[in-house]
C-alpha cells in the first residue's frame, strides 16, 4: 500500500502567487514525522521543512508552511509568493520510528513558476 | 563545513560489470542511508546504516546489491551483475541520530547508466 501519496503530478504557478502542494499519508503509528524536500533540476535534495505528528503547532519555514491536517492524515507545504527558483520537484517524506531512520518518499510533484 | 559527498558523480559501464559507488557522510553524522531514484520516479530506500548497529538491509532490490560502512563513516554500495534496470540515481544521506526532527542531507548523487 502507498505510504505517502502525492496527487498532482505537476503544478503551474504565478510568481507571485502562493501554491499548495499536496500530501496524504497512512501510518497506524502515532509517532512520526514528515518531511518537506525539494529538488531542483541540477538534482540536489534540499530539506525544506519538518512536522512531527505531535507538533501542536503548523510548522513555519520562511515562505513554506505546512497545512498539517493530522484527522486527515495530510501534511500539505503551502510555498507563499512564489519565485522563480521555486520552479523545481517537491517530495513529501515520512519516518517512522519503528521502521529505524528511514524516509519513505511521495512520488512527487513538479511545479513551476510562470513569470 | 563539507556536505554530503559522493563519487564517482558519473558512471557508465557494460551491463555484467560490477560497479563501486562511494559515499562520504557529513562529519559527526552517525546515520547514512542509501536510496535509489529512476527517472521520473520518487526515491526508493535501499539500506541504512546507524553507527555500529547492524544495518537495515530490507530495501535492497536483490543478492546482486551489497553495501558497507568502514570505521562508522564512508561507505561503499556495490552492485555486482549490473543489469540495465540498475540504471538510476543513486543518492546517499547522512544525518545525526535518526530520531525527531533531524533532516537527512543528500549528496548530490551518482548516475548510473548501464549499456
Redesign the interface.
Known amino acids: 500500500a502507498q505510504k505517502i501519496t502525492q496527487t498532482q503530478p505537476g503544478m503551474f504557478v504565478q510568481e507571485k502567487e502562493a501554491v499548495t502542494l499536496d500530501c496524504t499519508y497512512d501510518t497506524s503509528d502515532p509517532s512520526y514525522g514528515l518531511f518537506w524536500y525539494k529538488q531542483p533540476s541540477s538534482g540536489e535534495m534540499i530539506f525544506l521543512i519538518y512536522q512531527g505528528s505531535y507538533d501542536q503547532q503548523n510548522a513555519t519555514e520562511g515562505r513554506y508552511s505546512l497545512n498539517f491536517q493530522k484527522a486527515r492524515k495530510s501534511a500539505n507545504l503551502v510555498i507563499s509568493a512564489s519565485q522563480l527558483g521555486d520552479s523545481a520537484m517537491y517530495f513529501c517524506a515520512m519516518r517512522e520510528p519503528n521502521q529505524g531512520g528511514k524516509l519513505i518518499f511521495g512520488q512527487g510533484t513538479e511545479l513551476s513558476v510562470k513569470p | 563545513g563539507a556536505g554530503v559527498s559522493q563519487s564517482p558523480s558519473n558512471k557508465v559501464t557494460e551491463k555484467g560489470k560490477d560497479v563501486e559507488l562511494r559515499c562520504d557522510p557529513i562529519s559527526g553524522h552517525t546515520?547514512l542511508?542509501w536510496?535509489r531514484q529512476s527517472l521520473g520516479?520518487?526515491?526508493?530506500?535501499l539500506i541504512?546504516f546507524?553507527g555500529n548497529s547492524a544495518p537495515?538491509k530490507s530495501?535492497l532490490p536483490s543478492d546482486r546489491f551489497s553495501a558497507e560502512r568502514t570505521g562508522g563513516s564512508v561507505s561503499t554500495l556495490t552492485i555486482q551483475r549490473t543489469q540495465q534496470e540498475d540504471s538510476a540515481?543513486y543518492?546517499c544521506?547522512s544525518?545525526q541520530a535518526?530520531?525527531?526532527?533531524q533532516?537527512?542531507?543528500?549528496?548530490?548523487?551518482t548516475r548510473l547508466s548501464i549499456l
Open positions: 546515520a542511508y536510496y520516479q520518487g526515491l526508493e530506500f541504512y546507524q537495515d530495501g540515481v543518492l544521506a544525518s535518526p530520531r525527531g526532527n533532516p537527512q542531507h543528500f549528496g548530490d548523487g
